[in-house]
């Protein structure tokens, strides 16, 4: 697979998995979400959830809808590079322009958790723009199902795997699928 993509609601472990293929495996990361929150820090914007969509909104309705994923495809072909996770694909054009970039080169996987579960992983990882409450983190999970059309986005999902059974079953689901798909582990240091 030249290009994994990670799709997953807030706390789903997007972040680890992407940085497990990436040291594992051998691939180059790239976070669509710092694309946003670089554009932020240029408008000169505190780097909160509500700014960070705000940015987004601007951009989108600017650009259109396909301005990030666009980005993102920029900095691999610039790069070069010939293995990438890009993580926090969100909207349908993220899904649907990667795969018809990539098409058999391309593989989505859905990370996915209970609400509970994920909201116990962002108190832990206690980010300024993290909500402090379940129901916070609930009604923000929900707006964001909303606002990127996770239903649409999740219909571009090739893998769906549970986030929720603890870290080493997770990248061991993770090792066996892109063993499947041909993709060579790295020996471990």
Do not use: C, W
Not at 102 to 110: A, E, G, H, P, V
Not at 134 to 158: I, W
Not at 164 to 184: M, P, S, Y
């Amino acid at each position: 697979m030249k290009v994994i993509g990670l799709i997953g609601l807030i706390g789903s472990g997007k972040d680890t998995m992407g940085d497990y293929i990436a040291k594992r495996h051998g691939y180059k990361m790239i976070v669509m979400g710092d694309i946003v929150r670089e554009l932020a820090k240029e408008l000169g914007r505190e780097l909160t959830r509500d700014n960070l969509q705000l940015t987004q909104k601007e951009y989108s309705k600017k650009y259109g809808n396909e301005f990030f994923v666009r980005k993102v495809i920029g900095k691999i072909q610039k790069n070069s590079y010939t293995k990438v996770v890009v993580n926090g694909i969100r909207r349908p054009e993220d899904a649907s322009v990667l795969k018809q970039e990539y098409k058999n080169d391309m593989l989505i996987i859905r990370l996915d958790a209970k609400p509970e579960t994920r909201f116990k992983r962002l108190k832990k990882r206690n980010r300024v723009s993290d909500p402090k409450t379940l129901g916070e983190f609930l009604r923000q999970e929900e707006n964001e199902y909303k606002y990127f059309d996770y239903k649409e986005t999740f219909k571009y999902t090739d893998v769906v795997i549970d986030a929720g059974k603890g870290l080493i079953a997770v990248q061991k689901q993770i090792d066996e699928l892109l063993k499947k798909k041909g993709v060579r582990l790295k020996k471990r240091a």
